[in-house]
């Protein structure tokens, strides 16, 4: 039907921890397993450092949770990042606090120690930085790969992988995050502006990755390349009554398909809110 240069008016959901859990399905099967010390080991180096720059943050005066993810290092802090909606400024920083895992699946708590840089939704985006200082225990976060923001244009049907703490509990003690990485779960097209109510998200792409409330602020990454290539911030509603199917999928891959945009995990690109 030709390339879509509208903007989509959409109905959005932003995966912050409701009270009633909702997920999003894409393909015909739903596989988001828990990530337990065994299925670690198992997984390849890209994915494990996945695994280790993912924190579970609990958000005290929203009683949510949500997820963030490591963005880079500086001489005293760590610097993460997640959705606006899930830490929404200073006050809900000093009231956040993350979980994370090390090599040896050891549980760490640390504190979101300041918001260094934000986009709101009413500003066109969905972003949050923010800071936590470094302790040794943390000293694990040295180790993993500095992230790439001058990555190459995804294209359709690249595998994806995300890891979220989705239908966990909001308390400190459980680890419980999840990854999606079925071979459903895959870049569909992008990148476009939505518009929900009368605000709009700018550089949004669209997949087909798994994802449930508490998902919001994971990082979307290319399992091939290693390379993290977005912020997930929510999914389109889906008002049919089926999800994408993995054959429908695959035959409009590479095409306008209207599906994609309407029944779709939306990130927004992680070049274009990348940290000055």
Known sequence: MGKIKIILILTLILLSNLTMAKRYVGGDEWSRPRVTKKLFQTLDTNTKSLVLRT?????????????????????????????????????????????LINEDHNKIVAKCDGVISIGTIKSGSDYLYFRIKKSEKLNFLSELPTLNTKFSNPVAGDPLVTVGFGGGKADLRRYDAKIAQDTDCIYLTGNMDIRFNKDKVRDVFFTACDAQSGDSGSAIMNRDTG??????????????????????????????????????????????????
């Open 55 to 99: 924190a579970k943050v609990v958000n005290k005066i929203k009683r949510k949770i949500g997820t963030a993810f490591l963005y880079q290092e500086e001489l005293e802090h760590y610097i993460f990042l997640t959705n606006y909606h899930v830490i929404s400024g200073e006050k809900e920083c000093s009231e956040s606090s993350l979980l």
């Open 227 to 276: 390379e993290i290539i977005g912020l997930f911030f929510g999914v389109a509603d889906q008002n049919r009554k089926n999800p994408l199917s993995t054959q429908e999928i695959w035959d409009n891959l590479g095409s306008d398909y209207l599906e994609f945009y309407t029944n779709s995990s939306m990130s927004i690109d992680l070049r274009a809110i990348s940290l000055k």
